[in-house]
């Protein structure tokens, strides 16, 4: 799902990103019935900015509306995983395969990120590596200079947040021999090379997750 444009009244805004950051981080855990009522005294608002950002978040797949019941967080579940890296699969190997040549730069921020993240690894810091995560996956993408691909993956990553606080518990190592390869590659200009590496790493990771949904 796309991200509906949100209103430019800045106290919608200010719910819209209260909620997402709750739910990704999982504050608000899957299956949490939302009070509009508590949002708004919480946010300082109405009840109008209220839903309006229940809409938004609705269109990024993040809530639901149950007739007659309310609005709840979306659960997760094997199949939303498999659906959502499914088309992770597709879209971020094939944006690492078209992106521009990295320079030395690049590749030494890259390099930094994984030295931070194992550092985090070591120390149990677990919003730190899912945030240098990010900040690495992200990196690289960039380097396609595509809107609508940045667009489609920022939407996706959105869900995966709350995927990546359990691979966190199942990933010790924060992936770290995989995400290295992926340097590897890109630092000799080998971007299809770097694409299957990347494959490689989603697919992993989502096969360690999916085998927690079957216990």
């Not at 950051?21 to 949490?32: A, K, L």
């Not at 971020?92 to 078209?98: N, W």
């Not at 390099?111 to 996956?137: D, M, Q, T, V």
């Amino acid at each position: 799902m796309l991200k509906q444009p949100v209103s430019t009244d800045s106290s919608v805004a200010k719910v819209l990103a209260y909620a997402r950051d709750r739910i990704i981080s999982g504050e608000f855990e899957p299956g949490t019935k939302l009070l509009p009522k508590v949002l708004a005294e919480n946010c300082q608002t109405s009840l109008i900015p209220v839903r309006e950002a229940f809409r938004a978040l609705e269109s990024e797949g993040l809530v639901t509306f149950i007739h007659n019941r309310g609005v709840w967080v979306s659960p997760l579940s094997f199949e939303d995983l498999n659906d959502l890296y499914s088309v992770r699969f597709l879209i971020e190997s094939d944006t690492v395969k078209v992106s521009e040549p990295f320079t030395r730069v690049e590749i030494e921020q890259l390099e930094k990120y994984l030295k931070e993240a194992r550092r985090a690894a070591k120390n149990g810091h677990e919003a730190k590596i899912i945030s240098l995560n990010r900040s690495f996956h992200f990196l690289i993408y960039e380097k396609a200079k595509s809107p609508w691909r940045m667009n489609l993956i920022e939407n996706l990553w959105s869900h995966t947040e709350r995927y990546q606080r359990l691979s966190v518990h199942l990933r010790h190592d924060a992936a770290d021999d995989e995400h290295q390869a992926i340097v590897d590659c890109l630092a000799s200009g080998d971007h299809n090379g770097a694409s299957k590496a990347l494959q490689i790493h989603l697919d992993t990771t989502a096969k360690l997750l999916a085998a927690t949904y079957k216990k």
